[in-house]
């Protein structure tokens, strides 16, 4: 494909987004949030990861990336000064309105890519609601693809089988914005995890001591890029998989 398959909103003028609508009706939407990434990552990590993915992916498949939402449902953080979080059903309002939004303009199809896994299941009840009469869009949304196979990749174990603050992460920011990363602050923490978490109030909050959860120390920009290449493939494949499903052709020629 030519550089005509994919195109950066939020660099574009109004005559370049509606020309590529035209022709390629499909979208990407990086979501993040803006949350406490312990002492060494800033609090967009998951932000900054979401979008630099979604632009990936958008090269090797095609659609216009929209600007990276910022802000996201993080409950668990609510009470640590470094965190923000929208409630669930704002949350919940924002990406009905934002893909209703788009639909109004041509887009026939949008992958919601989140780059904080609590997102996920927000956005999950929002399209359940569009499904029913509110837009005719065809929605594929869920975190970034290729985390299982860094998980299986990586040099440490993972907290309960989360992530955050700690290898992949680390590393990923390492590939992406490695001026932000503080490695000097970089620490392994793995909190306690009592039998009730999961089924009770208790959340990652509640237990967190430095904000890392998992093995930080081990990260390195080589796993990040190779992960960042593994996470747009991926991702690349199921975004065109989802829209060859539902019989969804741009213009573009290959």
């Given at each position: 494909m030519t550089p005509s398959h994919y195109l950066e909103m939020g660099t574009a003028t109004m005559p370049d987004v509606r020309d590529f609508v035209a022709?390629?009706?499909?979208?990407?939407?990086?979501?993040?949030?803006?949350?406490?990434?312990?002492?060494?990552?800033?609090?967009?990590?998951?932000?900054?990861?979401?979008?630099?993915?979604?632009?990936?992916?958008?090269?090797?498949?095609?659609?216009?990336?929209?600007?990276?939402?910022?802000?996201?449902?993080?409950?668990?953080?609510?009470?640590?000064?470094?965190?923000?979080?929208?409630?669930?059903?704002?949350?919940m309002r924002l990406i009905r309105d934002t893909v209703e939004s788009l639909s109004r303009w041509?887009?026939?199809?949008?992958?919601?890519?989140?780059?904080?896994?609590?997102?996920?299941?927000?956005?999950?009840?929002?399209?359940?609601?569009?499904?029913?009469?509110?837009?005719?869009?065809?929605?594929?949304?869920?975190?970034?693809?290729?985390?299982?196979?860094?998980?299986?990749?990586?040099?440490s174990k993972s907290w309960h089988g989360d992530i955050h603050a700690e290898e992949i992460e680390t590393s990923l920011m390492l590939a992406i914005e490695p001026h932000l990363v503080h490695m000097d602050r970089a620490v392994a923490d793995y909190p306690p995890v009592?039998?009730?978490?999961?089924?009770?109030?208790?959340?990652?909050g509640h237990l967190m001591r430095t904000g890392v959860f998992g093995d930080a120390t081990k990260a390195t920009e080589e796993k990040g890029r190779r992960w960042l290449d593994l996470a747009a493939q991926q991702s690349a494949e199921l975004w065109s998989g989802f829209l060859a499903r539902h019989n969804l052709t741009t213009g573009v020629q290959s």
């Open positions: 022709r390629v009706p499909f979208a990407i939407l990086p979501v993040g949030s803006t949350e406490q990434h312990g002492p060494h990552l800033p609090t967009n990590t998951d932000t900054l990861i979401a979008e630099a993915i979604a632009l990936e992916t958008a090269r090797r498949s095609c659609g216009i990336v929209l600007p990276a939402q910022p802000l996201g449902y993080a409950w668990v953080w609510r009470d640590n000064p470094a965190s923000l979080t929208l409630a669930f059903d704002t949350y041509g887009v026939k199809a949008v992958y919601i890519m989140s780059g904080h896994g609590a997102n996920s299941q927000v956005i999950k009840q929002a399209v359940r609601e569009m499904i029913h009469g509110v837009t005719d869009v065809k929605v594929l949304f869920g975190m970034y693809a290729g985390l299982n196979q860094m998980q299986a990749e990586a040099e009592p039998a009730d978490y999961g089924q009770s109030e208790l959340s990652m």
